[in-house]
Every structure is written in structure tokens, then in C-alpha cells.
């Protein structure tokens, strides 16, 4: 995000504040009044004084640190009016990404830390955190023999994480449930392309670029997965596949019949692996990429991902906003105020401005926050 501001628009956000410069104004007139006074007392005494050397007088006392305090007091009350100016902000386009979540029964075989469901929690959690959250938009849909949307497009991260939080150790879908036993990616694309749908409806077209990431361990190559994709394809929503799991696989989860007894299906394989090579072909035909937990690293996976949207989305948005100004009259008294302690002469006078400077600063502090 690129911000250009334009000074010759400045203004006040509390112009009232102002009116207190009259105090430090009449001061100021004070200390001149004082300095002309000092001169004419400095050469009347020289007149009239007769010494072997000649004597060393100051040329303006300690008048110079109360004039820096003066200006420092003039500046923090510019800082109160709360100046601003134009600004023209020049923003990147932010990314729509759809999250496609595998929670089918294979997802909790353990054959990587904790078991491919939590793995994939701890990835999301990633992913999350390297988004910028301002312009870029998460939804997520879980899905299994049938799929069913979990969060919509929404830029309040607290959304996404109190997902990952309150479902980080087993998935929505119960084991005890028919439909648990099943992967149907095409399901979940299908659900992501009508979340994305729902979200026009609502709140009309997106300018942000929109992407597709699956996780899942595996999927069987289908004509209905053609079909999908190929609408994924004519929206422009390209489609990343994350694989979780490893080559050697592990055991099954036990299926528990309605009686509370576990049940054997001839149909359901007893080790799931990996289906590694049919994830890499859903990824080509997608128009994305092929990733794999812990074969890459979490967070460039992530960034890899983030990129892609980043650049795909539109160059840049132009929009006007009100730039505060606030921390330059600040900082230009903070400076004023160490400039005038060199003025002092006495140990004591330093300590006591030092004191008065670290509440000032204390209390400017606690209001501005």
C-alpha cells in the first residue's frame, strides 16, 4: 500500500485545541520583553563595572530553554488539534480464497503428527496468520460425501480461527455417519463455487481475485471432476491442491455401527495412503499447484499461495483518505525539549525538567491511546 499526501490540504480533526496557542503566545511576547530587558541590564553594567578582564556574561541566560519549552508546549497543542491531510492511498487488490476442507474418515488416520485432520488445522492456522486481512476475504467449506460450507467470505480473521480453535481436534463430520466414509472433492468444489455465488448475490461482484485450496489426502480421477473444474476454469478461479499424509499411510478409523459395535465393510480399505499422484493431476488441471505437508515448508506453501492471489488481483485501487499529522508535531516537541536542557545551568532545574518532560510524554502517551 502505497500513500502520497498532499500538505497543502492540511487541516484540523479539533480545531477548538487551537485556541490554546494564546498561551504560549502571550509567553512568548513575556520572554522577549525578558531578553530586552537582559540586554540593557548587560551593558549598563559594563558601562559602569571597571575589571582587569573582561567579564563573561551570558548572552541570554537561561532564556533559550524556556523558549524551546514554549515552542515544545505551542507544538504538542497543534499535536491535540489532531492535524491531517489529504492522502491518495494507492492499495493492492486483496484475494477471495475458498478453503476446501477434507473432513472424510481418512483424514484421521495418524500417520503425521497428531492425524491428517489436526495437521491440516495447524496448516490453516498458518495460512491465516500470513494473510494481510484488510482486502483478502477466507470462506471455508468441509466436505466428504457431501460437502457443507462452514464460513463465508468474511475479512474478520476471529471468524476463521474460532473454527481452527473449537474443531481442531476432530472434524465436523461424525465417524458414526454413512457419509464420513467417502472423499468427494467434486462435492466441495461444487459447494466453493456456489459460496462464491452466494457472496454475489449479496454483495455483488468481487474485485478481488479469487482461488480455490483444497486439502485432502486423496481423490479418484472422475468425469464429474472434469466437469467441475472445467466451471472452476471458465470463473477464472484457479484451484491448489495441499496433500496431507504420507506414502506408507496408516490404519483406518474403526467404523461403530448403531448397535455401539465396530463394523468391518469389505468396501472400505483397512490402510489409506497418500493418493499423491491423483492430487498433483487435480492441481495441473485446476490451474494451480501441487503442494504437500510437511514435504514443504508451512509457511512458504502459504506465502506461495498468497502470492499467486496477490498478483492476480487488480494492480491497484485508488482511494482518498485523511492522513493524521499528529506524530510530527510530537516528535518536533520531544526534540524541542532536549534542546532546551542544554540551556541549564543548574543540576537541580535538570532533574526537574527531566521529571516534567517523563510525565508530559506519559500522559500524551496515555491520551493518544
Request: hydrophobic share 45%.
Amino acid at each position: 500500500m502505497l500513500t502520497q499526501v498532499d500538505f497543502s490540504e492540511l487541516s484540523f480533526a479539533q480545531p477548538d485545541y487551537l485556541w490554546l496557542l494564546l498561551a504560549p503566545a502571550l509567553l512568548l511576547l513575556a520572554c522577549l520583553w525578558r531578553f530586552t530587558t537582559r540586554r540593557t541590564d548587560t551593558r549598563n553594567l559594563r558601562r559602569r563595572r571597571t575589571l582587569p578582564v573582561r567579564e563573561r556574561l551570558a548572552f541570554a541566560g537561561d532564556l533559550p530553554f524556556w523558549l524551546c519549552l514554549l515552542l515544545a508546549v505551542a507544538s504538542l497543542i497543534v499535536a491535540l488539534a489532531r492535524p491531517q491531510a489529504r492522502a491518495t492511498v494507492l492499495q493492492e487488490g486483496g484475494i477471495d480464497l475458498v478453503i476446501l476442507q477434507d473432513a472424510s474418515s481418512s483424514m484421521q488416520v495418524s500417520d503425521v503428527p497428531g492425524d491428517r485432520w489436526q495437521r491440516s488445522m495447524r496448516f490453516l492456522r498458518v495460512l491465516g496468520d500470513s494473510l494481510s486481512w484488510k482486502y483478502d476475504r477466507v470462506g471455508l467449506c468441509a466436505f466428504a460425501r457431501i460437502a457443507a460450507p462452514q464460513i463465508r467470505l468474511t475479512r474478520d480473521p476471529n471468524t476463521l480461527f474460532f473454527f481452527l480453535d473449537h474443531l481442531s481436534v476432530s472434524p465436523p463430520f461424525r465417524l458414526q455417519d454413512e457419509a464420513t466414509w467417502d472423499t468427494n472433492l467434486e462435492r466441495g468444489i461444487h459447494w466453493g463455487l456456489r459460496l462464491i455465488e452466494r457472496d454475489e448475490e449479496l454483495h455483488g461482484k468481487s474485485s478481488n481475485a479469487q482461488l480455490f485450496v483444497a486439502l485432502t489426502d486423496g481423490e479418484v480421477w472422475s468425469g464429474d471432476m472434469e466437469e467441475v473444474i472445467q466451471r472452476a476454469i471458465e470463473q477464472d478461479i484457479p484451484l491448489f491442491v495441499v496433500g496431507v499424509g504420507t506414502l506408507g499411510g496408516g490404519r483406518m478409523p474403526a467404523f461403530i455401527g448403531p448397535d455401539g459395535r465396530e463394523q468391518f465393510d469389505p468396501q472400505t480399505p483397512l490402510v489409506s495412503r497418500l493418493d499423491r499422484e491423483s492430487l498433483q493431476q487435480i492441481a495441473i488441471a485446476g490451474g494451480g499447484q501441487y503442494f504437500e505437508l510437511d514435504r514443504d515448508n508451512d509457511r512458504r506453501i502459504a506465502n506461495t499461495i498468497i502470492d499467486f492471489g496477490k498478483r492476480r488481483a487488480p494492480a491497484f485501487n485508488v482511494t482518498e483518505e485523511a492522513e493524521p499529522l499528529y506524530w510530527f508535531p510530537i516528535a518536533f516537541a520531544a526534540m524541542l525539549a532536549g534542546a532546551g536542557l542544554v540551556f541549564l545551568r543548574e543540576r537541580a532545574d535538570l532533574w526537574i525538567q527531566l521529571a516534567g518532560i517523563g510525565l508530559a510524554l506519559a500522559g500524551m502517551t496515555r491520551f493518544f491511546w
